[in-house]
RNA sequence: GGAGAAAUGGCAGAGUGGUCGAUUGCACUUGUCUUGAAAACAAGCGUCUGUAACAGGACCGGGGGUUCGAAUCCCUCUUUCUCCGCCA
C-alpha cells in the first residue's frame, strides 16, 4: 500500500510512475486525493464536536461535585445535540476512511526508475546468461527421468489428492530432502535466522502481505477456521514483525524458512503444466529481510548475489532477468528472476525471484523502526526464493543424465549419500 | 471438549464511573558530578491522527453497548493461564 502522504504530495509522480507498470492511476489518485480531503476535514469537523463535549462532560462533573445539580441538568441537555451532529459525522468519517482504504489499496507498488517499460515477460531484461547446453537426442525429459528412476509417483498423487500433487519416493524424496537442508544451510550460513512458520495463515496475515483481498482465488482457503494454506513461506515470515516497532539495531533482520507452497493454479492446463513444472503444492526455501530504507538497494543486490552463487553451487546454466514494468508483481517495485535452462524441454524455467518492496508491504503491515531522532519510519522488505525445488529438481536431472545414472551435483553429495542416482 | 481466572505503556505492576493517557518500580535517553565509568541527583521517556506551528482528537486485547462522562459497568469475540477429560 502506498503512503497517503506521498501521494497527495506527489500525485503527477504515482501517476507517471505507474504507467511504467501498464496501470493508469490517474482516476483512482483523484478519488483518493479528493477522498483524503474530505475524510481530514470531516475529521476535523468531528473533533472539533469530540472537543466540545469532553469539555462538557468535565464541566458537568465538576458542578456535581459542587453539589450544582441544577446547572449540572443543563450542560447535560446541552451535549445531546454535540452528540448527535458528533454520531453522524463520525459514521460519515468511518464511510470515507473505509472508502479511501479501498482505493488506496487498488494501486501497486511504484517501479524503480531503473525497471524498464514493457507488456508482457517477453520484454523483461535479460542481464546475465549462461550458454545453453545441448543434450543428445535420447535426453529424456525430467517426467520420464523421475519414472525411470522411480523418483516420483504422479499418478498416486492423484489418487491421493489430485493432479498437480506429487509423491517423492525412495531417492527422489531423499533428494528433495538433501536440496532444503542444503538452502538453509547455504543461508544461515550467509547469517539468516532459520524459521518453521505454520503452514496455515489467517486473514490478517494473508491480508498483510497482499495476497488478499485480490489474489483470493489462488488460495486454498480452510474455511472451516477461515485459514488460508500458504502460496509462499513469504506470508508467515513477513507477518512475523506485523505492527511492530524494531529496535534499530536489530537491522537488518535477515529470515530463511523451508514450506511446502500452495497454489491452487485455476485454469491452467497443458504441456506448461506437465512434471514439475507447476504444482499445486511444492517445496521453497524462502529468505526475507527487513532493512533500513535507505539500505534496500545494496542489499537487494546482496540477495541476487546470494541466490546467483547458490544456483553456481549447484552447477546448473541459468539467467538473470530483470523483469519489466508489465510483469512486476503488483507489491513490488523491482524484481530480479533466475530462470535454469532444461536442455530436455528446451526451455528456461523460473528457480527464484527476488524483488524489493520497499516500504509497500510494511506500510500495509505497520513494520517501523526509528531514525536518528527517535521518529518511527517504515522498515523496507525484500524477498526472494533461495530456492523453489521442484524446477531446479527438473532441470538438475535433465542436464545431468547420462546413459544410466544422474549425477548429484558436489555440494549436495554429502546430503543425498552419493554421487549419483542409478 | 468441560469448569474457573485473567488481558493496562519495552517489562513488572497500580488503578472498579469524573483533570487518568493513566501512580510506581525497572529499563532507556539527556544533563550535573567524575580523568573516565559506576553510584547519586535532576529532567525526559507510548502509538496514531491533526496543524505551518500550537491547539484539538483517538487508543488500557478486538468489536459493540449503557452514561453528560468508561481502563473502570454490560454484551460479544479472541487470546493466555489453572484444573479436569482426550491425545501424537
Excluded at 154 to 167: M, R, W, Y
Excluded at 394 to 401: I, S
Excluded at 405 to 421: D, H, N, R
Aim: proline content about 5%; overall charge negative.
Amino acid at each position: 500500500m502506498l503512503q497517503i502522504q506521498k501521494i497527495r504530495e506527489e500525485k503527477e509522480t504515482v501517476i507517471n510512475s505507474l504507467k511504467t507498470k501498464n496501470f493508469d492511476a490517474t482516476a483512482i489518485v483523484e478519488s483518493i486525493v479528493s477522498l483524503d480531503e474530505k475524510k481530514r476535514k470531516t475529521q476535523a469537523q468531528n473533533d472539533e464536536q469530540l472537543s466540545r463535549i469532553n469539555k462538557a462532560s468535565k464541566e458537568i462533573g465538576m458542578l456535581m461535585g459542587q453539589g450544582k445539580k441544577e446547572e449540572a441538568e443543563v450542560k447535560k441537555g446541552e451535549v445531546g445535540q454535540l452528540k448527535s451532529t458528533s454520531k453522524e459525522l463520525g459514521a460519515q468519517l468511518q464511510q470515507l476512511e473505509k472508502e479511501l482504504h479501498d482505493e488506496l489499496v487498488k494501486l501497486p507498488n511504484l517501479p524503480h526508475p531503473s525497471v524498464p517499460p514493457g507488456k508482457s515477460e517477453e520484454e523483461n531484461e535479460v542481464i546475465k546468461t549462461d550458454e545453453i547446453p545441448t543434450l543428445s537426442e535420447s535426453a529424456l525429459p525430467h517426467w520420464a527421468l523421475t519414472e525411470k528412476y522411480n523418483l516420483i509417483d504422479f499418478e498416486l498423487g492423484t489418487k491421493i489428492t489430485g493432479s498437480g500433487f506429487p509423491v517423492y519416493r525412495g531417492k527422489g524424496a531423499k533428494l528433495q530432502r538433501a536440496l532444503i537442508a542444503y538452502f538453509l544451510d547455504y543461508n544461515t550460513e550467509a547469517g539468516y535466522e532459520e524459521f518453521m512458520p505454520p503452514h496455515l495463515v489467517n486473514e490478517e496475515s494473508a491480508y498483510g502481505t497482499g495476497q488478499l483481498p485480490d489474489k483470493e482465488g489462488q488460495m486454498y482457503h480452510a474455511t472451516a477456521d477461515n485459514f488460508y494454506l500458504i502460496p509462499t513461506a513469504e506470508v508467515p515470515v513477513t507477518n512475523i514483525y506485523r505492527g511492530d516497532i524494531i529496535a534499530p539495531e536489530k537491522l537488518p533482520i535477515k529470515m530463511t524458512a523451508y514450506t511446502p507452497c500452495f497454489r491452487r493454479e485455476a485454469g491452467s492446463y497443458g504441456k506448461d503444466v506437465r512434471g514439475l513444472n507447476r504444482l499445486h503444492q511444492f517445496d521453497k526455501v524462502e529468505i526475507v529481510q527487513m532493512v533500513k530504507a535507505d539500505t534496500s538497494y545494496d542489499v537487494l543486490d546482496e540477495m541476487v548475489a546470494h541466490v546467483e552463487k547458490l544456483i553456481q553451487n549447484l552447477e546448473l546454466p541459468y539467467r538473470i532477468l530483470r523483469l519489466c514494468g508489465g510483469d512486476v508483481s503488483f507489491a513490488s517495485a523491482i524484481t530480479y528472476d533466475f530462470e535454469v535452462y532444461s536442455a530436455a524441454q528446451k526451455r528456461w524455467l523460473e528457480v527464484s525471484s527476488v524483488s524489493n518492496f520497499e516500504n509497500f508491504q510494511t506500510n500495509r503491515m505497520k513494520i517501523r523502526t526509528r531514525n536518528a531522532e527517535g521518529k518511527t519510519e517504515l522498515v523496507h522488505s525484500l524477498n526472494g526464493s533461495s530456492l523453489a525445488l521442484p524446477r531446479i529438481l527438473a532441470c538438475l536431472l535433465e542436464n545431468n543424465q547420462t546413459e544410466d545414472s544422474i549425477k548429484i551435483p558436489k555440494v549436495l553429495q554429502s546430503y543425498f549419500g552419493a554421487e549419483a542416482i542409478n
